[in-house]
Structures are given as structure tokens and as C-alpha cells.
């Protein structure tokens, strides 16, 4: 224990102005020691207690702790106004002219956010002038095959369609659904969902399989799961191996649908079936989708179609590669040989 000589000593030791000051503080200063070391602190606002004994203090059994707050200590140096747990100092000028400038620099990003995302579609940043040099030929239809789970219409599908309606007037390319039928949702998970669509054919007439999902409480649980865990949830995809298939949850039932809603995520697999492969790379999408068009043209005019007993064909891109499958036929045999290259598909 600390002697009582001591202890009076210490609690004597004061400043000028006949207030307390800490031990090891230099009079008319406001350091405070810390184990050996010296910290500057407001000497209003000072926290600490002595820390810092003379090694030849007499009776003491153990060093006192490191650092002990003494709030009412603190607070017995302000003046009466302020010595009050819910008190709040006044703010500097400076203090508000900084909030001020923080304020207006979150305004201007927000802005700016906005400004960008005018100029954006669901894939990346649109290039106006890039994307209008191009000739992107007559208008021509790609031929959809819709598919719609139980508690799903045709209305439903077509509201979510629209979102392709502003894009089609600059490509001049539209879409024309050539059936509806149900198909009854089987899968849970994004993987098992694409696995029992991709095995639909494209049969005599259709260009692309669009499904569309509706919810269950499934669904609910997962999303909220989701959120907590950081897990992602896939609201829509397109096969990798011809961008001839894809899905879209149809139905709101999630926080992330907030965001990514079924309208916006229609227009973004749009995108990927009808020949962009990547995301935020709209200058590599424009020329997809202008050869595409080009080489169905070409295909036409050439009699190919009534050679191979097919309707025109949309044509698509392998594995999301530069290598064309140009008919319904091609498709169909890369899906049963999906992994190999392109090339080699159409060598077949």
C-alpha cells in the first residue's frame, strides 16, 4: 500500500491556478506521463492519474494500474455549464466549415453517381458515340421460346420483355415470342435451375429459351440468409456454352431485388443472349451484336437456311468466344460436346 504521506503529497501537487494537477506534469504545461513516456493532452480535459512513482517510494506493495479514470476529477475542472455528462462542446468554425465541405462533396458524388448511371445500360457504360458509328443493318427479329413457371403469364412475361424495347430501336433488333408454355420449377439453386432448362432444345423455330422463375418461401428464407452470411443470390444467368439459354426471377421476394430488380435483370440477360458475353465492355457488345446480325444476312442471302431444311437463325457465339454456331443444329450438337473449342464444334 501506498503511505499516506504519500498519497497527501500527490493529491497537494497543484498548478497555478490552484487546481489538482496530474503527478509527473510540468507546472504551467499540459503533459501528462504515461509509464515513462510523455502525452500531450488538453490539461482541461486531462484523464490520466499519476502513473510514474519514484523507485524509491517506501511501502509500496504494487504499482498502481497504467491508466485510471477519474470522470468526476475531469469533470470538476470545467466550468458549471460543461461539467455535465450530457454536455457537448461548441464547435469550431473550422469544425462546421469542414462538415460543411464533407456535406457538399457527398452531394456532388451522389450527383455525379446519377449523372454516370444515365449513361449506362444494365451491362457497363454506354459509349453513345462509339455505339451510333456502327451499321447495325435493317431491323431483324430474334425468335424467343418463353418459358414460364407455375403462377407466371404471358403478361408477366412480356412486361419484363419491354425492358428490351429502348435497346431494340438502336440495334434494330426486336423480339418476337414464338410460344409460351409452363414448366413447372424443379431446382433450387441457380446451377439445378440451368440444368434443366439448358436441356431444352432449340427445336425448328426458336433462336433463344428464356425461363422465367416465380418465388417460394424458399426463396424468402434464402435471400434473408443471404444478407446475414454475405452469400450471393443469382437472380438470373445465361449458359456459358452458346448464350442460347437463360433464366430470370420474375417475382420480387428479396432485399437484393431492390436493387437488382426483374426488369433490370431481364434487360441484362438479354444482353448476354443475344451476343455479349461480357460485363462493362459495351464496345466489344456493339460489334457483337452488329456481326451477328451481318452474318445471319449473309447466311439468308446465301440460301443456307433452305439448304439445312431450318428456319433463319439468330446466329450466337461458342463458350463466349469469338467462334459462331450459325444454326439451330450446331447449337444443339456443341451443347452435347460443351468444353470443347468453338472451331471444333463447327468442324463437326
Known amino acids: 500500500m501506498m503511505p499516506a504521506a504519500n498519497n497527501r503529497a500527490h493529491r497537494e501537487m497543484r498548478s497555478d491556478e490552484g487546481a489538482p494537477l496530474v503527478a509527473g506534469c510540468t507546472r504551467g504545461t499540459d ?5 515513462g513516456t510523455s502525452q500531450i493532452a ?20 504494487t504499482a498502481p494500474p497504467p491508466r485510471v479514470i477519474n470522470q468526476q476529477y475531469r469533470l470538476s475542472r470545467l466550468p458549471d455549464h460543461e461539467a455535465s455528462a450530457d454536455y457537448a462542446p461548441r464547435r469550431s468554425r473550422a469544425d462546421l466549415m ?86 413447372p420449377r424443379e ?30 418461401v424458399g426463396d424468402v428464407a434464402y435471400g434473408l440468409f443471404a444478407i446475414g452470411s454475405g452469400m450471393p443470390e443469382i437472380l438470373g444467368e445465361v449458359d456459358d456454352a452458346t448464350l442460347t439459354h437463360g433464366f430470370v426471377v420474375a417475382r420480387r421476394a428479396t432485399v437484393n431485388q431492390i436493387v437488382m430488380t426483374p426488369y433490370g435483370v431481364t434487360e441484362h440477360e438479354l444482353f448476354h443472349l443475344l451476343g455479349c458475353p461480357k460485363h462493362f465492355d459495351m464496345d466489344d457488345c456493339y460489334e457483337r451484336i ?53 472451331a471444333a464444334a463447327l468442324a463437326r
Not at 503533459?31 to 509509464?35: A, Q
Not at 469542414?98 to 457538399?104: G, P, S
Not at 443493318?137 to 425468335?143: H, I, L, Q, S
Open 98 to 183: 469542414l462538415a460543411a465541405c464533407r456535406r457538399t462533396v457527398t452531394a456532388l458524388a451522389i450527383i455525379a453517381i446519377a449523372a454516370l448511371c444515365a449513361s449506362c445500360t444494365s451491362m457497363g457504360l454506354d459509349h453513345p458515340s462509339v455505339r451510333d458509328s456502327i451499321n447495325y443493318g435493317p431491323p431483324e427479329n430474334v425468335r424467343m421460346c418463353i418459358y414460364l413457371d407455375k403462377g407466371l403469364t404471358p403478361a408477366d412475361a412480356d412486361n419484363l420483355l419491354d425492358s428490351w424495347n429502348a435497346e431494340a430501336r438502336i440495334y434494330n433488333l426486336y423480339l418476337q415470342p414464338v410460344s409460351y408454355k409452363t414448366l
Open 290 to 342: 452488329a456481326d451477328l446480325k451481318l452474318a445471319e444476312r449473309k447466311l439468308v442471302a446465301q440460301g443456307y437456311f433452305g439448304q439445312h431444311d431450318e428456319l433463319p437463325f439468330y446466329p450466337t457465339f461458342a463458350s463466349r468466344t469469338d467462334s459462331m454456331l450459325i444454326s439451330r443444329h450446331q447449337v444443339s450438337e456443341y451443347q452435347a460436346f460443351d468444353g470443347i473449342t468453338g
Open 31 to 35: 503533459r501528462c506521463c504515461e509509464s
Open 187 to 216: 431446382g433450387f439453386f441457380h446451377g439445378e435451375i440451368m440444368d434443366e432448362i439448358s436441356q431444352i432444345p432449340l427445336g425448328n423455330s426458336c433462336d433463344r429459351v428464356l425461363y422465367f422463375v416465380n418465388r417460394n
Open 42 to 61: 488538453p490539461y482541461r480535459h486531462i484523464e490520466c492519474v499519476a502513473t510514474q512513482y519514484a523507485a524509491d517510494q517506501s511501502g509500496m506493495d
